[in-house]
């Protein structure tokens, strides 16, 4: 039996067609492990971030009220930590993590293991005869001036009486951003594949083009953006000595902590290298050198911001080893890197004169 004749521009269709499908069908199956993996390591299958809405009061994106994922509880104000009182007890201490994605700590396992909770448990166990509360104010994305917005709008009407500010990594990003722009050395990539519609193609977006800037440095092949410091810190230094000053108009006691990251001076190249990873992907126009730089330049910022406004300085940024075992990535913290966050945080409260005195007037007030 002879096989019907097709003509040629059939057999094409139905080798696109073929081709087409089975594309589509590897896509599906490339989109639904991905999100299965994010179901399982998150409980959601959605983007981390896509819990999110504008907020009327800041016009900026903020938590959605009351959503939840298997490692992520947003409470019914939109902040992740426990409900509170709107009307604050006289004697009680409240603490308000002020911040963007290094405060939140979407990496990190549970609301329990965030650097916020663990600093405001450790201080119910150090100092039981005072009561406390906290709310971490962090934001994905934030800048140090939508954060200023955030702790007038949303932060202020619950009157804390301790506020530890922890500032700096997205303000480093688009202030190079910028400046690589005026040189011609970045153009701002189109977001086609949101993370929203296909986490699939958005991860192989974002490894693609991390593996490419990583290819390119070790051989030398693109040009790196050169700085001197105040060219990357002078909005900063200003945005953020207004955050200060917010600060100290709403709470008697304000504490700075240094930006703590993964990459360090000491490291060999390649562990650079592996350190910089998610740096490059929002900074390609810069080498390990660059971002260390660039860090410390940061660093000095926050150090004579905190001195010259008399605020609490938290330090030991280095205290937190460079490593995967405490970073999830450049600069979010694993479990282990929040402890460590946590525990520098409350060494410099507990030595802090101002601090101290905050618990013996509140006991007063009991």
């Known amino acids: 039996m002879t096989r019907p004749f097709m003509p040629g521009w059939k057999r094409a269709m ?30 959601t299958f959605h983007e981390i971030g896509g819990f999110r809405r504008a907020d009327e009061t800041t016009h900026l994106e903020v938590p959605v009220p009351g959503s939840a994922t298997a490692t ?36 990190v396992s549970s609301n329990e293991a965030t650097w916020p909770y663990l600093v405001w448990r450790a201080m119910q166990e150090e100092h039981p005869e005072n009561g406390f509360d906290y709310l971490n104010a962090g934001i994905p994305g934030y800048t140090v001036a939508n954060s200023l917005r955030n702790l007038e709008r949303r932060v202020a009407p619950l009157a804390p009486d301790v506020i530890v ?19 011609g050395l970045y153009e701002k990539r189109r977001d086609i594949w949101s ?19 990583t290819w390119q440095m070790r051989r030398g092949a693109r040009p790196v953006l050169r700085f001197e410091p105040d060219e990357i810190t002078g909005g900063f230094r200003a945005d953020l000595t207004a955050l200060v000053a917010a600060s100290r ?19 060999t190249a390649e562990e650079q290298l592996a350190a910089s990873e998610a740096a490059l992907f929002y900074m390609p126009f810069l ?10 330049a940061y660093n000095r910022v926050i150090r004579e911001i905190a001195r010259s406004s ?15 075992a405490h970073f999830h990535d450049s600069v979010h913290f694993a479990d282990a890197g929040s402890a460590l966050q946590a525990h520098r945080v409350i060494l410099a409260l507990d030595r802090s004169p101002a601090f ?10 009991i």
């Open 165 to 183: 500010l922890y500032e700096g990594f997205n303000d480093f990003i688009y202030s190079t951003q910028r400046l690589a722009s005026e040189r």
């Open 72 to 107: 992520i509880r947003i409470n019914s104000r939109g902040f992740r930590s426990p409900e509170l009182d709107w009307t604050k007890p006289g004697g009680r201490i409240r603490i308000a993590f002020v911040g963007a994605s290094t405060t939140f700590c979407a990496e």
């Open 356 to 365: 101290v005195d905050l618990l013996k007037l509140k006991l007063t007030r």
């Open 249 to 267: 108009r709403l709470a008697p006691v304000v504490a700075i902590a240094t930006l703590s990251h993964r990459i360090r001076r000491d490291q």
């Open 195 to 213: 993370g929203r519609w296909s986490l699939a193609l958005d991860l192989v977006r974002k490894n693609y083009e991390i593996l490419v800037a």
């Open 14 to 43: 139905a080798r696109c067609l073929l081709v087409t499908g089975s594309l589509a069908m590897a896509l599906l199956v490339a989109e639904g492990t991905v999100r299965t993996r994010q179901y399982v390591k998150y409980g």
């Open 287 to 296: 080498d390990p050198n660059g971002l260390v730089k660039g860090y410390e």
């Open 310 to 324: 008399g605020l609490i300085l938290i330090e030991g940024e280095d205290t937190i080893p460079g490593d995967s």
